[in-house]
């Protein structure tokens, strides 16, 4: 199974991303560095996130979910800083 997911973290940021293996434990490659200037310590030291599955497919190719994947961050506009950290589509100005 083959899927898109979004990411909630505590402040309300978000983070849309594939998964082509159908994995529970799959959180997603956003760039933690990034997230971690968002939190203080003491805010890691009890810190949950949400996953969502936005879109599934058993057949679709590779490709498919690629297309599929920009779409929805576009469509939630997690590439948006202030939305989500989604790094690309680079946001055009």
């Known amino acids: 199974m083959k899927w ?3 990411i909630t973290y505590p ?3 978000i983070y ?3 998964d082509l293996t159908g994995s529970i434990n799959y959180f997603g490659s956003a760039d933690s560095s990034t997230i971690e200037q968002d ?3 003491e805010d890691i030291l009890n810190f949950s996130i949400k ?3 936005l879109w ?3 057949k679709a190719s590779d490709e498919d979910v ?3 994947e920009v779409e929805f961050i576009l469509d939630w506009r997690s590439n948006e800083p202030s939305i989500g950290y989604n790094r690309w589509p680079k946001l055009k100005l």
């Open 39 to 41: 939190f203080s310590f």
């Open 66 to 68: 690629n297309i599929k």
């Open 16 to 18: 849309v991303g594939k």
């Open 51 to 53: 996953r969502e599955l």
């Open 56 to 58: 599934w497919s058993a």
């Open 4 to 6: 898109i997911y979004k």
């Open 11 to 13: 402040n309300g940021k």
